[in-house]
């Protein structure tokens, strides 16, 4: 910590590398991301800097702290007078310590609010608590006033593993890793975050296909509705009507002539005001003259297209 503070190419870092620990941030990303180099690397030179035994000083700035930064809370003079005795071993019959001793809800939340910095009221709050989120709510609390106790740490991943909120004990695992005392410690722990982070995937991908699966039910559900809404409509429809034995004939919606005349197109002569002759016939000289009064009235049905251009007609 010496090294950290004093040698002034980190110490500017240093309250940020700190924040970003008491906010879970993973260890190697919040050393690379402050320091700029990984926490084993810093060790090295702490080493060598230790075993130098030459140790620097750095000078402080003169400014006053800004009391916005510090965190208080006022407590009643009754309260206060409790949590000095306290704090100093004394056993007053309404202090913390015996109020933690009545273990009833009450007297514990009493005995954590005269001494916020005690971890053991949570502790025994959790057990005392139904809902498994809110017991891992106390241990949590319980673990970030006593922040060197893994085994808090432990009992509030724990906590929310069974709660079903791996995103939560993934944190609370980092927590135990970063309080362990040991490189071992710390390693095993590692590999425990490293699951729980796994897992937490893997949950968040199974939620997605089911409700993705969901979706597709409740689509594919619809669909059937529609055809069997469809269905229904179809035989209310034909309900009773026998098959028809009639003749099948094109669907015809223009205007019904009273004569027909068949053969082939062989002349167009236009006319003025629109109007037309067709020689209709095998050859000119016995073909039938048709005068059409109003050559935007002829209607061409069948595939193809038809040019009804003036003179004699292409074969």
């Not at 702490?46 to 700035?61: Q, V």
């Amino acid at each position: 910590m010496h090294f950290l503070l004093t040698d002034t190419r980190f110490s500017g870092s240093a309250r940020v590398l700190l924040s970003n620990f008491g906010k879970g941030v993973d260890g190697d990303a919040a050393w690379r991301n402050t320091v700029g180099m990984l926490q084993r690397d810093f060790d090295k030179e702490a080493g060598a800097y230790l075993a130098k035994g030459e140790f620097g000083t750095i000078a402080l700035s003169g400014k006053p702290m800004d009391p916005r930064r510090i965190r208080g809370e006022e407590l009643e003079p009754e309260e206060g007078k409790l949590l000095l005795a306290d704090i100093a071993g004394t056993s007053a019959p309404r202090g913390a310590r015996a109020l933690a001793a009545l273990d009833t809800k009450e007297s514990l939340e009493k005995a954590w609010r005269m001494n916020p910095r005690w971890s053991l009221p949570h502790e025994m709050l959790a057990r005392h608590e139904e809902k498994l989120s809110d017991k891992a709510q106390r241990y949590r609390k319980a673990a970030e006033v006593a922040p060197r106790e893994v085994r808090l740490w432990r009992l509030a991943a724990e906590a929310f593993e069974a709660a079903e909120l791996p995103a939560e004990a993934a944190r609370m695992w980092f927590g135990a890793e970063r309080a362990a005392a040991s490189a071992g410690e710390r390693a095993a722990l590692k590999e425990i975050r490293l699951a729980a982070d796994r897992k937490r995937v893997e949950a968040e991908e199974e939620e997605r296909r089911k409700v993705q699966e969901a979706e597709a039910r409740e689509l594919q559900k619809l669909k059937d509705e529609a055809k069997t809404r469809i269905r229904e409509a179809e035989a209310k429809a034909n309900a009773g009507a026998g098959p028809s034995t009639g003749k099948v004939v094109d669907w015809w919606d223009g205007p019904k002539p009273d004569a027909s005349l068949q053969g082939k197109l062989l002349r167009v002569d236009c006319l003025a005001g629109n109007q037309m002759r067709l020689a209709i016939g095998a050859d000119l000289k016995t073909a039938t003259l048709l005068k059409v009064k109003d050559a935007g009235k002829i209607v061409v049905t069948g595939n193809g297209t038809v040019d009804l251009g003036c003179g004699l007609q292409k074969s």
